[in-house]
């Protein structure tokens, strides 16, 4: 499996739309387009790593270095994490990213 059907295969999992994941990761839905469909494939390691934390997998797995979508210890999302975003409408999925965009933000603010 590519790089590319591995991230669309698990934003799907995920029921995010390639636009909230484009939002979660700092770029637009047309670029994750084209990462799914391998129109671009020499992505910026910093893009691997941000896709890698929203999709709750490591970036080895997405570059087809381990076989694990998720590590033991890694800080991605549990079974039981996917499974409640899944179960949240779409309005309640905005919500969530929202909030989490915001505290993304905040954490990369200089402390004044």
Known sequence: MTTGEKI???RMALGMS???LGKIVGVKK???YKYE?????NLKRSTIEKLASALGTTPMYLLNLEEK???DDSDGLSKEEIELLKSLSKADRD?????A???????NEPNQ
């Open 30 to 32: 047309a670029a994750i």
């Open 18 to 20: 390639q636009e909230e």
């Open 37 to 41: 469909n391998g129109i671009v494939v």
């Open 101 to 107: 965009r915001q505290m993304k933000q905040r954490e």
């Open 69 to 71: 979508p998720t590590a």
């Open 8 to 10: 669309k295969q698990l």
């Open 95 to 99: 919500i969530v990213f929202s909030i």
